[in-house]
């Protein structure tokens, strides 16, 4: 019944050492988010895709880059991951409401760990 | 861009009495807003929502209010229980946009 989908649960990586966390819904959703959101924060968005639509936050790091092949997939690809990366990665889906808002849901999420 | 603004940060409350967090949004396009709780290790879950053109909605004992003039909304808990203890985030979402702005977070504490 999972709607949607984060993989790996826990990622350990070192410093300067691509990763890759990964995102799939099952909601047939349009619009895909990935958020970071270190301890006792609120999510913070980095990117997010209406379809194949791109959409930087103008604070979302250059390191961060992202993937969407197609509906049900969507990448985080962080390119030398730092220490002060070390986060929950959040993703996330909504429907497109012709206009208005709709209920956002949330993954899971990754646990990122640089060591 | 929109900014969303939430009090209180903490908040103990004695089991059975009502919990209230306020949040407040610039951006006077925001015609949807969310209020979601995280429990520890968890993700997001939505609680209740309310749209603009709506003053105020309830499901159980959970209740959310709508001031567009005054630009706040406010989340409202009766008869807490120890479950309900989280972290409570409102956001802002602003119209013609698939953004969610997050409030900074209301941990809840209901002591037994």
């Known amino acids: 019944d999972a709607m949607v989908i984060q993989n790996p649960r826990y990622q350990v990586t070192q410093f300067g050492k691509p990763v890759t966390l990964s995102c799939s819904q099952t909601?047939?959703?349009?619009?895909m988010y990935w958020y970071q959101q270190k301890s006792s924060q609120a999510p913070k968005l980095l990117f997010h895709?209406?379809?194949?639509?791109?959409?930087n936050e103008a604070d979302t790091p250059d390191n961060f880059q992202s993937r969407r092949p197609n509906t049900s997939f969507c990448f985080l690809d962080i390119r030398s991951p730092g220490l002060g990366d070390a986060a929950m990665y959040l993703c996330?889906?909504?429907?497109?409401?012709?206009?208005?808002?709709?209920?956002?849901?949330f993954g899971p999420g990754t646990r990122l760990l640089v060591l | 861009g929109e900014n969303v603004e939430q009090h209180p940060s903490t908040l103990s409350v004695q089991e059975g009495d009502s919990a209230v967090i306020k949040c407040t949004y610039s951006?006077?396009?925001?015609?949807?807003f969310p209020w979601y709780k995280q429990e520890l290790g968890k993700r997001p879950q939505l609680i209740i929502d309310?749209?603009?053109?709506?003053g105020e909605k309830k499901d159980q004992r959970i209740a959310v209010t709508l001031n567009k003039t005054a630009k706040h909304f406010s989340l409202h808990i009766t008869e807490t229980q120890p479950e309900d203890s989280a972290v409570y985030f409102c956001?802002?979402?602003?119209?013609?946009?698939?953004?969610?702005?997050f409030g900074t977070g209301t941990r809840l504490k209901v002591l037994a």
């Open positions: 996330a889906t909504s429907r497109d409401g012709r206009g208005h808002q709709e209920t956002q849901y």
């Open positions: 956001a802002a979402s602003p119209s013609g946009t698939y953004k969610y702005i």
């Open positions: 909601l047939n959703h349009n619009v």
């Open positions: 895709y209406y379809d194949k639509d791109f959409n």
């Open positions: 309310i749209r603009s053109n709506v």
């Open positions: 951006d006077s396009a925001s015609n949807y």
